[in-house]
C-alpha cells in the first residue's frame, strides 16, 4: 500500500516549456487535489476533483490544467511555464475528513 | 485576505514543556479543523481533528481547543519531545465542500 504517489520528484523547466505532474493513490478514495506550497504562504489549493470525471478550480488554478484520468489518478498540466510557478506541488487525497498527501515535487522554472 | 491565519512562523520549546500553537480564522462558517505535521523534503500528515460541535479532542500527547466564540483554534503538545520539531499547519473546511483551507505554518524547534 503505497498511500499516495508522484512524479517526479524533482524538475527543473526553462519558461515556456510545458510538463505534466503525476499522481496516483491505491487508497479508493474519492476525492483528489493538488496544491503548491511557497514560502510564507502555506499550502493553496490549484485544483480539486470531487469524484471520477469531475475537477473544479481552487484558489490558484491560473496557468494550470487537470485531468482525473481515473479514480486513482489526477494529473496537473504547466501549459507554459512561468518562474512564478516555481514551487513545490502536493497532491493529496481524501476518504472522509482527513487528507493523504504525496511526498511532493520541487518544481524550478528558470 | 487570509481567512486561516497563523501568526507565529516560528515557535522554540525545551524539550519536556508544552508547545501551544495557534491558529485564528474568520469564517463562523468553517465547521471542522485539523493540524497537520510536515517534515522537510515529505508531504504534510493528518494530525488531530476537531468538529465545531466540540470544544477539546485529546490524542496522546495532542490535544487541540476550539473557542468559537473567538474563531480560535490551538494545539498543545505535552510534552514536547525533539521529533516534534517540523511545521506545523491548522487547515479548515466549511461543511459541505470539499475545499479545505490551510494556515501559512508554524515551525517548531523542540530542544533538547
Known amino acids: 500500500n503505497a498511500g499516495v504517489t508522484q512524479t517526479p520528484k524533482f524538475q527543473v523547466l526553462k519558461t515556456g516549456q510545458s510538463m505534466t505532474l503525476q499522481c496516483a493513490q491505491d487508497?479508493?478514495?474519492?476525492?483528489m487535489y493538488w496544491y503548491r506550497q511557497d514560502p510564507g504562504m502555506g499550502l493553496r489549493l490549484i485544483y480539486y476533483s470531487a469524484s471520477e470525471g469531475t475537477t473544479d478550480k481552487g484558489e490558484v488554478p491560473n496557468g494550470y490544467n487537470v485531468s482525473r484520468l481515473n479514480k486513482r489518478e489526477f494529473s496537473l498540466r504547466l501549459e507554459s511555464a512561468a518562474p512564478s510557478q516555481t514551487s513545490v506541488y502536493f497532491c493529496?487525497?481524501?476518504?472522509?475528513?482527513?487528507?493523504?498527501f504525496g511526498p511532493g515535487t520541487r518544481l524550478t522554472v528558470t | 485576505d487570509q481567512q486561516v491565519k497563523q501568526n507565529s512562523p516560528s515557535l522554540s520549546v525545551q524539550e519536556g514543556r508544552i508547545s501551544i500553537l495557534n491558529c485564528d480564522y474568520t469564517n463562523s462558517m468553517f465547521d471542522y479543523f485539523l493540524w497537520y505535521k510536515k517534515y522537510p523534503a515529505e508531504g504534510p500528515t493528518f494530525l488531530i481533528s476537531i468538529s465545531s460541535i466540540k470544544d477539546k479532542n485529546e490524542d496522546g500527547r495532542f490535544t487541540v481547543f476550539l473557542n468559537k466564540s473567538a474563531k480560535h483554534l490551538s494545539l498543545h503538545i505535552v510534552p514536547s519531545q525533539p521529533g516534534d520539531s517540523a511545521v506545523y499547519f491548522c487547515?479548515?473546511?466549511?461543511?459541505?465542500?470539499?475545499?479545505?483551507?490551510f494556515g501559512t505554518g508554524t515551525r517548531l524547534k523542540v530542544l533538547a
Open positions: 487547515a479548515t473546511s466549511e461543511g459541505g465542500t470539499y475545499k479545505y483551507i
Open positions: 493529496a487525497s481524501i476518504a472522509s475528513v482527513e487528507q493523504y
Open positions: 487508497m479508493n478514495h474519492n476525492s
